[in-house]
């Protein structure tokens, strides 16, 4: 995009920004169609598998192992993400996004090729390493192509993307698995793939990098060590696992002496993978901590509303996630509308009131009860989605704004790290929760000597039921107290999630409001006093 030109020497005029060129406009056009190919990989990706389940299952077997279809691919990209993003930084973003866009690709054909549960676990992981490449060089990339004050509009765009890919993606999935192979599944995402590769190939911002520091092997390798831990603690904990039995208590001590090594190892690395000195810039680490709470909140949630929705409410779902649209379609307005309007009001008042919204749209859900209308389900879901979309990507802009643009790439995958981290937690913390109340609840509710009809008293398990044939077979009386505990529950955590975001709240109203660089100041301030950009020929 940019190439730096070095000064004659013996000149002392100051540096002036060159112009931006009506050919780089035309380019960056052709770009972002690229990255919104990636963009719409990864969140297809995300929701179109949850479909084909059932005849994976069916072919393959392993149903004990299923769940970790979507667990290894999370825990390969959320470790991978902030690595990513500070290759991008040293190499390039061109190189980078495309071995992720590779990986991503070789992931799918292997796992459309799969013959057993544990390879395709294994090939969903590759693909996840791909995932945590493209999402943060593709925000960083945004960033290198349009100044803060042109940034808005093309995030709020990526982000309205995402949330259609999370409505359509399962309506393909269930097109596929009803009219092809369920491996189709996989294979659809190559000739998008390709696409994108193609695109990105011939025009992609070249920015120029200093490679001739020493590569931070030692603190990608603990910052991997400690994250991978951490998540296995989440993801087992309580469940393969007590929380206090050996194997979670002696992950736990890993990921906690990795990460006491990663930041005495980071404090003295010549080219950290994750600099200590982002943390001391305010508006970074106010940001991370409001997008890891929000995460918690929001995240944690929605994996308990599609069974809420439909046992409770009585929302139809054909397939997987339909009972999300409207969250969906809220945060889709929420990032275009916030996109749009954040070079005239700035970041501030998104990520003010974003939180309010999203904390009023889940207290108002957790009002719903066994009786409560659709309607109101829906306009709670908006309320609460435009909540998000207000939010999520204007943290990211913040802390772009005020950091050097040569560790654009680590910021945002930083922040992108934070997030990741949020849900994870999010899933783990509010699914506990959930599943002590329901216990409480079913004390509460059953009728005496009625424990004997439960199975179990996991929320999902008794969902299922609910939602089974196997619910004929119950009388109504145990029935409807199943459905009255885990409606008051799920409702339960709504509150708990709501008040993760208020904290997230009080935490947005720290960060300061800094004037969003305009595009003269945003690439001149890419230029060292003795050299100046100009545009690449």
Known sequence: MFKLKRKKEGTDAPVQ???????????????????????????LDGTIVGTSLPHIVAELGGMDLYAWLFTAYMLAQTVMI???????????????????????????????????????????????????????????????????????????????????????GPLIGGFIVDNMDWRWVFYVNVPVGIAAIVITSFKFPKIIVDRSK?????????????????????????????????????????????????????????????????????????????????????????????????????????????????????SMVGSIVSGFALKRFGYKIFIVTGPVLGALGLFLLSTLHVGSSIEDAIVYLVITGVGLGFTMANYIVAAQNVVRKSEIGITTSGLSLFRGLGGTIGV????????RRMVTELNSNLPADSFDYLPTTDVTS??????????????????????????????????????????????????????????????????PPEKELVPEQ
């Open 17 to 43: 920004a060159a112009p931006v060129d009506p050919k780089i406009k035309k380019t960056r056009g052709f770009i972002m169609l690229g990255l919104a190919l990636g963009m719409l990989l990864a969140g």
């Open 82 to 168: 902030p690595i990513g993003g500070k290759l991008s930084d040293r190499y390039g973003r061109k190189p980078v996004f495309l071995a992720g866009m590779l990986l991503f690709l070789a992931g799918s054909i292997l796992a459309g090729l799969s013959q057993s549960m544990e390879e395709l676990i294994v090939f969903r992981a590759l693909q996840g390493l791909g995932g945590g490449v493209m999402m943060p060089v593709t925000m960083a990339t945004v960033a290198d192509l349009y100044a803060p004050t042109e940034r808005g509009k093309i995030q709020g765009m990526l982000g309205a993307i995402f949330a259609v890919t999370s409505i359509i």
């Open 214 to 330: 020493r590569i931070d092997y030692a603190g990608m390798t603990l910052l991997t060590i400690s994250l991978l831990s951490f998540l296995l603690v989440l993801t087992w904990g309580g469940s393969t696992y007590d929380w206090d039995s050996i194997e979670i208590i002696g992950l736990s001590l890993v990921s906690a002496v990795a990460l006491v090594a990663f930041i005495l190892v980071e404090r003295k690395a010549e080219d950290p993978v994750l600099p200590l000195h982002l943390f001391k810039e305010p508006i970074f680490s106010l940001g991370c901590i409001a997008l890891m709470l929000m995460s918690v909140g929001m995240f944690g949630v929605i994996s308990y509303l599609p069974l809420f929705l439909q046992t409770v409410i009585g929302m139809s779902a054909t397939y997987s996630g339909e009972v999300l649209v409207p969250l969906m379609l809220g």
């Open 428 to 435: 783990a913390v509010l699914g506990s929760i959930v599943n």
């Open 462 to 527: 008794l969902g299922g039921i609910l939602l089974s044939p196997e619910a004929d077979s119950i009388p109504s009386a145990i029935l409807e107290a199943i459905r009255l505990s885990l409606s008051n529950s799920i409702t339960y955590m709504f509150l708990i999630g709501a008040g993760f975001i208020v904290i997230a709240w009080v935490t947005s109203l720290f960060i300061r409001s800094v004037p969003l660089k305009t595009a003269d100041e945003y690439h001149e301030e890419g230029a």
